[in-house]
């Protein structure tokens, strides 16, 4: 079974500070996808950044960035220039490449970020 | 497109009350997910839909929990009797194919609703 940990319940950073929310991940998997989701209190899970597990280069997506260390199931997530909108709960979370046993997702617990001007 | 539409927002019953939610998934959309999310943790998946079929419902609570998905668009949760660590927000979910969802090209690999929170009293 697939496990995914987030170490980090709360965070916080200064606006147009760098912040990294760690995660690591178990699976004996070979072919998976990594995510990171923002959550704020709307409850709208919006979808921040995604890793496929066989490309080697870390993703990136704007201010957001990834660290991806597949030996070590390890997947952080920096977020430069951090904005006030940023403020949110985000979840890694994990999907096996898969037909019909794919496609469903496994969260960690969250880390809640806290961005102060 | 329109989203994933859930009802309702919000619910407060008693313990040992029964409730509904609803959830209309983004259309064509075969796969369709509810999770629980209990406060100040990750969703944890209940049940998986493959149209009207269920993939998974191994952590579904099954003497209280019930899901179905008639004709295989929408779907509906029930608890009945609810307990007070029932208490949570359950999301519904959609995606298109479970097997590519992950790809880059999907541009999420699954779409969320707002969720309905619910509170057991």
């Known amino acids: 079974a697939q496990t995914v940990t987030q170490s980090q319940p709360e965070m916080s950073v200064q606006e147009a500070e760098t912040v990294t929310l760690s995660c690591t991940y178990d699976?004996?998997?070979?072919?998976?996808?990594l995510f990171w989701y923002k959550q704020p209190p709307s409850r709208q899970m919006i979808l921040v950044i995604r890793q496929e597990a066989y490309k080697q280069q870390n993703a990136t997506e704007n201010r957001f960035s990834v660290n991806f260390q597949k030996a070590a199931k390890s997947f952080s997530l920096k977020i430069s220039d951090s904005q006030l909108g940023d403020t949110a709960m985000y979840f890694c979370?994990?999907?096996?490449?898969?037909?019909?046993?794919?496609?469903?997702?496994?969260f960690g617990q969250g880390t809640e970020l806290s961005v102060k001007p | 497109e329109a989203g994933v539409a859930q009802s309702p927002r919000y619910k407060i019953i008693e313990k040992r009350q029964s409730v509904a939610f609803w959830c209309n998934p983004i259309?064509?959309?075969?796969?369709l997910y509810w999770y629980q999310q209990i406060l100040g943790q990750g969703p944890k998946l209940l049940i998986q839909?493959?149209?009207?079929?269920?993939?998974?419902d191994s952590q579904l609570p099954k003497d209280r929990f019930s899901a179905e998905r008639l004709k295989g668009v929408d779907s509906t949760l029930k608890i009945q009797p609810a307990k007070l660590e029932d208490s949570a927000v359950y999301l519904c979910a959609s995606s298109l194919d479970p097997l590519m969802a992950g790809r880059s090209s999907y541009n999420s690999p699954l779409h969320f609703g707002n969720g309905t929170r619910l509170t057991v009293t």
């Open positions: 839909f493959q149209n009207n079929g269920v993939v998974d």
């Open positions: 979370a994990f999907m096996k490449h898969a037909f019909l046993q794919g496609g469903k997702l496994i």
């Open positions: 259309s064509g959309h075969a796969t």
């Open positions: 699976t004996s998997e070979s072919n998976y996808y």
